[in-house]
């Protein structure tokens, strides 16, 4: 059974950056599309980022386009996103999950067109 494996959360001031890595095992890394999400307390896991299975597409929510960049390492198996300028409102728990949903190409953004889901990891983001 395969696993992806969140790291790289963690408190950090207004301002900042943070960089997220998920280590992916267990299945062919690039056969799968990756994508980032968020959870606020009380509130819908959202979508964040994804990227395509070869790297060549990227896709942002509005509320980060411009500040997070999201990229993918195939041989090692790890996708990462570069989190800069965090506003408290970016505080949430995320998570990384994998999706074979769409054609090679494709950047899923909805939670129902990802297969895995990693354990999430805090970022808190204070003002």
């Known amino acids: 059974q395969g696993q992806l494996v969140e790291s790289g959360g963690g408190l950090v001031q207004a301002g900042g950056s943070l960089r997220l890595s998920c280590a992916a095992s267990?299945?062919?890394?690039?056969?799968?599309?990756m994508g980032w999400f968020r959870q606020a307390p009380g509130k819908e896991r959202a979508f964040v980022a994804a990227?395509?299975?070869?790297?060549?597409?990227?896709r942002y929510a509005d509320s980060v386009k411009g500040r997070f960049t999201i990229a993918r390492d195939n041989p090692k198996n790890t996708v990462y996103l570069q989190m800069n300028s965090l506003k408290p409102e970016d505080t949430a728990v995320y998570y990384c999950?994998?999706?074979?949903?769409?054609?090679?190409?494709?950047?899923?953004?909805?939670?129902?067109?990802?297969?895995?889901w990693g354990q999430g990891t805090q970022v808190t983001v204070s003002s």
């Open positions: 267990g299945r062919t890394f690039s056969n799968y599309a």
């Open positions: 990227i395509s299975r070869n790297g060549a597409n990227t």
């Open positions: 999950a994998a999706s074979t949903f769409g054609t090679y190409y494709y950047t899923p953004y909805d939670v129902r067109e990802y297969d895995y």
